[in-house]
């Protein structure tokens, strides 16, 4: 299993109709053939790190990681989503203790970024993902 945990804030002016639509394309992301499970809502973390948010999506494996990712379900729901963002932050997790998988998650989200150039380019400008075009996210 793969998780991928984003947690986020929104932008300063988006209302509580904005936030709760863009809740509601993250669940249906959240929601794609893909994913085993999901959730996003209030983050429950310390509000001094400035994030009040957060989504989840775990996936089986990399072959349903890699049809998550090019979900259109997915790629459409970033185009809402992305704009509505101020900081954001990810991390992953697995119970697949394989030495490589770091370096090979890594790898289809930077073909991601290489395939959608204008995705990576939304995650750059609101992300503390720690490198160039959110390299360290697998959105």
């Known amino acids: 299993m793969l998780v991928n945990v984003l947690r986020f804030s929104f932008k300063d002016g988006t209302t509580e109709q904005e ?3 863009v809740l509601a394309l993250m669940r249906r992301t959240g929601a794609v053939e893909a994913v085993s499970f999901s959730a996003a809502g209030q983050f429950l973390g310390d509000s001094a790190e ?39 932050s990810a991390f992953q997790l697995s119970d697949d203790m394989d030495p490589t998988l770091g370096e090979r998650v890594m790898g289809m989200h930077l073909k991601k970024v290489a395939t959608y150039p204008r995705w990576g380019q939304a995650l750059d400008a609101i992300s503390d993902l720690g490198g160039p075009s959110g390299s360290s996210s697998t959105g």
């Open 19 to 21: 936030k709760a639509e």
């Open 50 to 88: 400035g994030f009040t948010h957060a989504y989840c999506a775990a996936v089986t494996d990399l072959e349903a990681l890699d049809r998550y990712l090019h979900d259109p379900v997915h790629i459409a729901g970033d185009d809402e989503i992305l704009p509505h963002i101020a900081k954001l």
